[in-house]
């Protein structure tokens, strides 16, 4: 049975960061592979938020997104536009009735998201506004809701946050791998050179490290929020 799958993320790049590898597998079986990227991005870099300002940068981006979603085989991305590393200026609900409106349209099988510890507090909003927007409610579809991890985010979260990220599921991304290290190069300009956590160089590594913790040459590793067979 193929799968209708959701990946809702609060940036660009953090899509492929998080699920790359993952993706392209859910791509290459067939399934219905859709991507919901919630801030704009980079407005946060100005002390104002003025979206005139980055016009081209944001454009920039979307074009990236575009472009790693076609390599990565999914469809291309939905987009909205919340303000960048400000969404805590947000009330959650409005967060959250804009995630339901793609998943009630959507009816993803299933769904990941950021892990609930991140640094970034975009990362942490939209891990909560998903599980709510996802919540088991009679007559849904979903089989499964996992969180990924995010190189620069979730390994500088705060020890004291009570939720490290300690995954529990493992993809084998082997032959996917170079698909999402192409796929990253379409965000050149988020990435940095090594040794950033954002490097494509620690992106292999923790694949690497990912895999062997599973037995594999490489992999992505989840946490599980919820998992039905019903
Ligand atoms: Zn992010």
């Known amino acids: 049975m193929s799968e209708t799958v959701l990946i809702i993320a609060a940036h ?49 981006l979307r074009q990236s997104a575009a472009t790693a979603a076609g390599l990565l085989g999914t469809r291309p991305p939905r987009f909205t536009t ?10 959650l609900l409005d967060v959250v009735k804009q995630i339901e409106t793609h998943v009630s349209e959507i009816r993803p099988t299933i769904v990941y998201t950021h892990h609930g510890g991140d640094l970034n507090v975009d990362h942490l909003i939209v891990h909560r506004a998903t599980l709510t927007a996802c919540r088991p409610l009679p007559g849904h579809v979903l089989r499964a809701i996992y969180t990924f991890e995010t190189l620069s985010s979730t390994e500088w979260g705060s020890p004291d946050s009570g939720t490290p990220f300690q995954p529990t599921h493992f993809v084998n991304v082997s032959g996917t791998l ?14 940095r050179p090594f040794p950033h956590a954002r490097s ?28 039905f067979w019903s």
Do not use: W
């Open 200 to 227: 494509l160089e620690a992106v292999q590594a923790l694949a690497r490290l990912r895999g062997a913790q599973s037995g594999l040459a490489a992999a992505e590793a989840f946490g599980v929020i919820r998992s």
């Open 82 to 91: 919340l303000p960048d590393n400000r969404m805590d200026s947000l009330d």
């Open 178 to 191: 170079a698909q999402k290290i192409t796929a990253l190069r379409c965000y050149e300009a988020e990435m």
């Open 12 to 60: 660009p790049d953090d899509e492929v960061l998080g699920v790359g590898g993952t993706a392209a597998r859910h791509a290459s079986q067939g399934d219905d592979v859709h991507v919901l990227i919630m801030a704009e991005g980079v407005t946060s870099r100005s002390t104002i938020r003025n979206v005139e300002q980055h016009d081209a940068n944001l454009s920039d």
